[in-house]
């Protein structure tokens, strides 16, 4: 077996090798001396350890005679420092690592060659059964091999510099300093007795505008030290060869060509800030080394390899890409409180939840809970909220969701029971699904719609059930139209796929049909544009006649108005395409023209795509330009969704991954944000919400697998008060039924040897 690249991934495949098959011949080849090495501190997980303790105890038992632990986190902000504990945390100097990881190799025969180059990566699979590539992230071999691996390498924001300090910080330690050129941040932990590791890190802007780009890396890190003099009590700082750089994530198809697997960096990598390359690239040895003893061939194991670590390497690039980001976007928190800006860093990669952070540090929590203003014993989830004239009980919303069962646009007794049944389970705002203003306008024959006095009294009987035997929940309207994504099968029929024959014309923004196969739609006319805005506005007097509290204006996934928002399906020459000034103005006049009509006590929400996952579509910018533009308009909320707007997107899902689309639009254009998107535990909820990074949390097929969902978050937390009460005929049902038998005999005696 040949290893190329040896840093802790490499030299721990090439031990565990080695140990599980003595005969193996395996050569390791370093570029570098020994004693060469990169950066200062380490921080491996406690699960890491346990693998490495499992896998080989005299690697683990040299780790710990070496390790630093600590268990807080320290918060600096504006001079004032929060401290949350219960984390712990285990590290050691990378140099240290990597003499133990050498003598281990050695002791057990590995052949080490340093100080030179591998052969090329092409010679080497022919010349050995097993390659294994941990050549970092500028690999080689995978370059050699890029039309196999298909990397995807991606630059960030940030740059930022690997420095050491003389003494041992007592907690790991983010100081914010906000200069007169920007904001920069100290990542900072311990790694020995009298040693820490420092991150310097700040955006390229505010790295030029500090000139950091003019200096020499001595000058570097005196003005480091400067800048942070109050968390170093006013110490130097050293470097090894530190140089400022940018984080790159490297993302590959393929971890495997034939004889030759990629491992570590030179597979995957994720940002620093999580602590994560290290632990990930010894993961993977563990695994690779498990996987090859356990089948029988080589082509085998190294797909069983790649199927095992895959989802996990994905998982920790999501934690990580969410941290990075954070980091990349600092100067949006820094106007938050002390202690929620605290929680709002702690819980940034949203693998630290507020659940698990309340276990590790209640006091903690408990004085952000207070800060933020949640009564005593009351989760954040259950704190009210104001939109205009209306007090949500609640933070849980019932998302829109289309049922496709209503019959020429009536909402029936499907509708009364679905959305009954979600106002009975506690929600603070319960959504129809997409009601459309016109038979035109319908997605599939089975939509609802408001465009009869028939339809208005069948919504009217559904909001008085809510009304009466729901109190305290609100019940909210979504108009809007169907565009050139109308006149479709049900959807378990053939989702977006054209009706087989009772086709309607379609109108759209533009000419351009959604799919190959789909209906091609006209482009609206001057004239037609009035029409449909007043559709419209007689569609939202009925909904006001019909007992709605809130009406949101549909203006994401594809649909008419979202169609005139994206530059990927806007294409007119007219004054309503071209920049986005432009694109935004027919769903300002229908957004103006619905609120002209709509009771002034009543909040109006708009729902939006912040981005279409395909390229050339809305960005980021835009969607904070369209949030502030409706909230100057009058929008009470945003409700932040992402994507359906082409057929050929490419979302990047994953937990709550719109997440961070809602927050920036909170921060930035200043109006209340409703976040959507894989949002799927309370602890997800009271993390969002306390962090700021969401008002009101919509969720959609949780309630379609628990109707009672809010109320069951109440119950399984404790929590009995206003935010969540049972309807009296449901209350026996507060607490879950017991399971099992209760009346086997305990145990009541145990003796020890």
């Not at 499992?54 to 040299?62: F, G, Q, W």
Request: glycine letters at 10%; a negative charge; proline letters at 6%.
């Amino acid at each position: 077996m040949a290893i190329i690249g040896g840093g802790p991934g490499g030299f721990y495949a090439a031990a565990l090798l080695k140990r599980l098959d003595p005969d193996l011949e395996i050569t390791l080849w370093e570029r570098n001396a020994p004693e060469d090495t990169f950066g200062f501190g380490v921080v491996l997980s406690d699960e890491t350890l346990g693998g490495i303790e499992h896998a080989d105890p005299s690697v683990y038992r040299s780790l710990r005679e070496d390790f630093v632990r600590w268990d807080d986190i320290d918060i600096v902000h504006r001079g004032v420092r929060h401290t949350s504990g219960g984390h712990g945390f285990a590290a050691l100097g990378r140099r240290r690592l990597l003499e133990i990881l050498h003598e281990r190799c050695r002791s057990l025969g590995v052949d080490l060659r340093f100080r030179t180059q591998a052969p090329a990566p092409a010679r080497l699979a022919e010349e050995y059964d097993l390659v294994v590539a941990a050549d970092g992230v500028h690999s080689a071999t995978r370059e050699a091999y890029a039309e196999v691996f298909r990397p995807r390498v991606t630059g960030h924001r940030c740059r930022y510099i690997w420095l050491a300090a003389d003494f041992a910080f007592d907690a790991f330690r983010f100081e914010i300093a906000e200069t007169e050129h920007g904001v920069m941040q100290l990542h900072g932990y311990p790694y020995a007795a009298d040693a820490s590791t420092v991150i310097v890190e700040m955006r390229e802007e505010v790295w030029r505008a500090s000139g950091f780009d003019e200096v020499d890396e001595q000058e570097s890190v005196a003005r480091c030290a400067k800048t942070f003099a109050d968390a170093l009590g006013g110490r130097s700082l050293k470097s090894n060869n530190s140089a400022w750089t940018t984080f790159r994530t490297v993302v590959n198809a393929r971890w495997s060509h034939g004889n030759v697997v990629l491992l570590g960096d030179a597979a995957h990598t994720a940002h620093f800030s999580i602590g994560s390359g290290t632990k990930l690239a010894v993961e993977d040895a563990l695994a690779l080394a498990a996987c090859l003893e356990e089948h029988p061939d080589l082509r085998t194991a190294v797909t069983a390899y790649e199927e095992e670590r895959r989802p996990v390497v994905a998982s920790t690039q999501r934690a990580a890409r969410a941290s990075l980001e954070w980091f990349e976007n600092l100067g949006l928190y820094l106007g938050q409180p002390p202690r929620r800006f605290a929680f709002n860093l702690l819980t940034r990669s949203r693998r630290v939840t507020h659940d698990n952070l309340r276990l590790r540090d209640s006091r903690f929590t408990g004085a952000v809970e207070r800060e933020f203003g949640c009564p005593p014993a009351t989760p954040p989830m259950f704190t009210p909220f104001r939109l205009r004239g209306l007090t949500l009980r609640n933070r849980v919303v019932v998302s829109p969701m289309d049922m496709y069962s209503a019959v020429d646009g009536l909402p029936g007794d499907f509708h009364l029971v679905h959305l009954g049944a979600r106002a009975l389970g506690g929600a603070g705002l319960v959504m129809t699904e997409m009601v459309c203003v016109s038979p035109e306008g319908r997605i599939t024959p089975g939509c609802t719609g408001l465009y009869t006095d028939r339809q208005a009294d069948g919504w009217r009987r559904v909001t008085d059930f809510v009304h009466a035997h729901a109190p305290g929940a609100a019940i909210g309207v979504q108009l809007g139209h169907s565009g050139r994504k109308g006149s479709t099968r049900l959807m378990w029929e053939g989702m977006d796929e054209p009706l087989p024959d009772g086709n309607w014309p379609l109108v759209a923004a533009s000419p351009l049909p959604y799919k190959p196969g789909s209906q091609t739609p006209r482009e609206l006319s001057p004239g037609q544009l009035r029409d449909v805005r007043e559709q419209f506005m007689t569609a939202a007097r009925r909904a006001a006649r019909a007992g709605f509290d809130l009406l949101e204006l549909h203006c994401a996934h594809g649909y008419l108005l979202s169609g005139f928002l994206s530059p990927l399906t806007n294409r007119r020459t007219d004054a309503y395409g071209g920049s986005l000034a432009g694109r935004l103005r027919f769903p300002l006049e229908v957004f103006d023209a619905v609120r002209e009509v709509w009771p002034d006590r009543r909040p109006m929400t708009v729902r939006i795509s912040a981005a279409d996952w395909a390229e050339g579509g809305t960005s980021a910018d835009d969607a904070v330009g369209i949030a502030r533009a409706f909230a100057e308009h009058g929008a009470d909320a945003v409700d932040v969704s992402t994507g359906q707007v082409v057929a050929e997107e490419q979302p990047d899902y994953g937990r709550s991954y719109q997440t961070p689309f809602a927050d920036r639009i909170r921060h930035e254009a200043g109006v209340p944000v409703i976040a959507v998107g894989a949002i799927s535990s309370w602890d997800d909820v009271n993390s969002l919400i306390l962090a700021g990074r969401t008002d009101l949390c919509a969720l959609a097929r949780p309630h379609l697998y628990d109707p009672n969902w809010t109320l069951h978050a109440a119950a399984e937390q404790g929590y009995t008060g206003p935010g969540a009460e049972w309807p009296a005929p449901y209350r026996a049902g507060s607490r879950p039924p017991r399971t099992g038998r209760a009346d086997a005999p305990k145990p009541r005696l145990s003796l020890g040897r």
